[in-house]
């Protein structure tokens, strides 16, 4: 081998950790807050993988927060336990932006967002306003360079009218699939030994049944419906409080994630804060997830 060629193999950049099959660097939130259950069963599952997770993640709830971002001085909690993880009093993407500035040394940084397991669904038009999709988006958005990011929920189980958070054994379960999952479609973003998609993220939704007891994993397209209808009604002098409707019929398509999350399937539907881009190669995923279906 000549001078050259190694001079031009050592000009060449190394290739993303997302584009392998490695251990990644991943920075973990969420939009429950950072003591949430969800995010806790989801740390464990990760690092348990064998991956190197730091979670920054909000102190309280911050639901419907979109891509929101706090300008102010953010104040910060670190867990006595664990110096890994950040409690923030901040938004979701403020924690995810902080986190994956301020908790890598300079020159390093996450090589995936995941943010969840939220408690419950968001699909269709919801994504517009879930804090938890916005915390995932925000690395895409705001960081330099970007970084990919998952979202990840779980549709509460029991009825419409009376809904319920899983048990601790179902969450756990949940975040293992995810793993699972997540190992089969890290190498979606990329082309070869390119990160590909940087400024993409997959918004995957678990359906309120036991896992046992779903039906596959399917690539799904973003619906234009919603269950979450508001309106705000008078409660006191100078006050309103909000008042939950009971939506109309869905007109969604059947390859929509509103129509197969309710048939039972854990839906993946990749989504880009450039909201004008719609050929994401979504057959390249589901030959990727293929790998993942449930056993």
């Given at each position: 081998?000549?001078?050259?060629?190694?001079?031009?193999?050592?000009?060449?950049?190394?290739?993303?950790?997302?584009?392998?099959?490695?251990?990644?660097?991943?920075?973990?939130?969420?939009?429950?807050?950072?003591?949430?259950?969800?995010?806790?069963?989801?740390?464990?599952?990760?690092?348990?993988?064998?991956?190197?997770?730091?979670?920054?993640?909000?102190?309280?709830?911050?639901?419907?927060?979109?891509?929101?971002?706090?300008?102010?001085?953010?104040?910060?909690?670190?867990?006595?336990?664990?110096?890994?993880?950040?409690?923030?009093?901040?938004?979701?993407?403020?924690?995810?932006?902080?986190?994956?500035?301020?908790?890598?040394?300079?020159?390093?940084?996450?090589?995936?967002?995941?943010?969840?397991?939220?408690?419950?669904?968001?699909?269709?038009?919801?994504?517009?306003?879930?804090?938890?999709?916005?915390?995932?988006?925000?690395?895409?958005?705001?960081?330099?360079?970007?970084?990919?990011?998952?979202?990840?929920?779980?549709?509460?189980?029991?009825?419409?009218?009376?809904?319920?958070?899983?048990?601790?054994?179902?969450?756990?379960?949940?975040?293992?699939?995810?793993?699972?999952?997540?190992?089969?479609?890290?190498?979606?973003?990329?082309?070869g030994v390119r990160l590909a998609r940087?400024?993409?993220?997959?918004?995957?939704?678990?359906?309120?049944?036991?896992?046992?007891?779903?039906?596959?994993?399917?690539?799904?397209?973003?619906?234009?419906?919603?269950?979450?209808?508001?309106?705000?009604?008078?409660?006191?002098?100078?006050?309103?409080?909000?008042?939950?409707?009971?939506?109309?019929?869905?007109?969604?398509?059947?390859?929509?994630?509103?129509?197969?999350?309710?048939?039972?399937?854990?839906?993946?539907?990749?989504?880009?804060?450039?909201?004008?881009?719609?050929?994401?190669?979504?057959?390249?995923?589901?030959?990727?997830?293929?790998?993942?279906?449930?056993?």
């Open positions: 081998m000549t001078a050259a060629s190694l001079a031009s193999q050592a000009a060449e950049p190394a290739s993303p950790a997302i584009c392998g099959s490695g251990p990644l660097e991943i920075l973990l939130t969420n939009d429950d807050g950072y003591q949430a259950p969800g995010i806790r069963a989801l740390y464990d599952a990760l690092r348990e993988a064998g991956h190197h997770v730091r979670l920054a993640a909000p102190v309280t709830n911050a639901s419907g927060s979109s891509v929101s971002f706090t300008w102010s001085t953010v104040s910060v909690v670190r867990d006595p336990a664990d110096p890994n993880v950040l409690g923030v009093a901040a938004t979701p993407a403020t924690a995810a932006v902080l986190g994956a500035t301020a908790l890598y040394p300079p020159g390093h940084g996450p090589d995936l967002v995941v943010s969840g397991i939220n408690d419950g669904e968001n699909t269709g038009s919801l994504l517009a306003i879930s804090g938890t999709v916005g915390a995932a988006l925000a690395g895409t958005m705001l960081l330099d360079p970007p970084v990919p990011g998952i979202a990840v929920n779980a549709e509460r189980m029991g009825t419409p009218d009376s809904p319920h958070t899983r048990s601790p054994d179902e969450i756990a379960r949940v975040a293992r699939h995810l793993v699972r999952l997540a190992g089969g479609a890290r190498r979606w973003f990329c082309d940087p400024t993409t993220v997959l918004n995957v939704n678990y359906p309120a049944r036991p896992l046992a007891e779903v039906r596959g994993v399917a690539v799904a397209r973003q619906g234009r419906s919603t269950d979450l209808q508001l309106r705000f009604e008078p409660s006191g002098p100078e006050a309103y409080a909000s008042r939950r409707l009971t939506p109309t019929d869905s007109s969604d398509a059947a390859d929509s994630d509103v129509k197969l999350l309710a048939e039972g399937y854990v839906t993946v539907t990749p989504i880009s804060a450039h909201l004008g881009e719609t050929d994401l190669p979504v057959e390249d995923l589901k030959r990727r997830l293929d790998a993942t279906k449930f056993q």
